[in-house]
Structures are given as C-alpha cells and as structure tokens.
C-alpha cells in the first residue's frame, strides 16, 4: 500500500525557514511526480510546486518563487520542501502529494506556525 | 492561470439526499484534467475522481463526475453520513488551481 509519512509540527520565527520531509513507502519512489500543497487555518488548498521523479526538474508556484525548495533523495525515499523567509501567512498546514495532473496519496500534512 | 470557481460555497443536505456540486474554470480544462477531492476535519484531502468522470480506487459509485471544457459537476447520489465534508475540484492546466471548495453540511 503506497504511504507517505510527514515529518512532525515545526514553530518557527519569522524570516526563518521551515524544511519538511515526506518519505514514501509501498511503491517505486522514482515513478512519481511529487508535489506540495498547504491549507491555511480555515482556508483552501494552495498548490506550491511540483518536483520530478529523478529531482531534476522542479516547477514552483508563481507566488512562492525565490522562497521555496524541492528535493529529493531517492536513496531514502524522501522528498523535502523549504521554505525560507518565512510569515505569519505561512503558517498552514503543509502537505505533500503524488502525481502530474492530479493527487494520490497525500501525506497526513505537517503544520507550521510562524510567530514570534 | 486558469481560476475554478466552485458553487455553491455551502450545500446544506440531508442524508439520502442527492448532491450536485458545480465547478466552473476561466479557460477551457486540457483533455479533461480535472479531479474532485473529499476532505474531513484534521484529515488529508482524498482523490475521488480524475480525468472528470473516473472514480478512483476504493470511491463508492454514489459519487459521479461530469463536465468537460469549463462546466463540470460532481454528483453524490445519496448522501451517506459519512460525505458531509468539503469537496475541492483541481485543475492541471499550464499550472495547478484549486477551487475554493464546498461545503456539505447536515441540514
């Protein structure tokens, strides 16, 4: 059964960076497009970005660009989303996801709280 | 950018009722990609359908999809105790967009 699992809650300052880990389990890691989502308290889903399956090529939101960063390993499976310079408008709760032109699986979501 | 517009914002229903949700795009979707997902309180969102009208793996077949170029519909047939959630339609197009979302709600 194909899994991803969240690293855990993160509170940070602002201007600092929050770096969020997704490991997936239960299929081949290097067949999936990988993408990150979030949902502000209250909110929508906002789609961030997009990462290939080799890590090559990444695609990011309009908004976020210059702010955020996808990799991946594929040794551990994992994929990573930093965020840097961080706002209040960015604490939400941060998803990842599998899959080009729609989503499934989604990780459990990981929330991050910027305040001072 | 393509931009979906959802409608309406809170749908208040009964169980057994059917349910009809209407996503609207600015632009034509490409061939179709566009999905629906179900999502519950502190969970993550579901896929229910993909390519507008394909349920996908596990979704009971109360819940349908229809549309295409701009107008598409998700439909719940009867609704199920367990359906009153929020419901997000997702476009893939030169981008990704979401809709705002709808809310099914106990009346």
């Known amino acids: 059964q194909v899994q991803l699992v969240q690293s855990g809650a993160e509170v940070k300052k602002p201007g600092a960076s929050v770096k969020v880990s997704c490991k997936a389990s239960?299929?081949?890691?290097?067949?999936?497009?990988m993408n990150w989502v979030r949902q502000a308290p209250g909110q929508g889903l906002e789609w961030m970005g997009i990462i290939s399956p080799t890590g090559r090529n990444t695609t990011y939101a309009q908004k976020l660009q210059g702010r955020i960063t996808m990799t991946r390993d594929t040794s551990t499976s994992t994929v990573y989303m930093e965020l840097s310079s961080l706002r209040s408008e960015d604490t939400a709760v941060y998803y990842c996801a599998a899959g080009y032109f729609w989503f499934d699986p989604w990780g459990q979501g990981t929330l991050v709280t910027v305040s001072s | 950018e393509i931009v979906l517009t959802q409608s309406p914002g809170t749908l208040s229903l009964s169980p057994g009722e059917r349910a009809t949700l209407s996503c609207r795009a600015s632009?034509?979707?490409?061939?179709?990609?566009l999905a629906w997902y179900q999502q519950k309180p502190g969970q993550a969102p579901r896929l229910l359908i993909y390519?507008?009208?394909s349920r996908a793996t596990g979704i009971p077949d109360r819940f349908s999809g229809s549309g295409s170029g701009t107008d598409f519909t998700l439909t719940i047939s009867r609704l199920e105790p367990e359906d009153f959630a929020v419901y997000y339609c997702q476009q893939y197009g030169s981008s990704v967009a979401f809709g705002q979302g709808t809310k099914v709600e106990i009346k």
């Open positions: 632009q034509s979707v490409i061939s179709n990609y």
């Open positions: 390519g507008a009208s």
């Open positions: 239960g299929y081949t890691f290097t067949s999936y497009y």
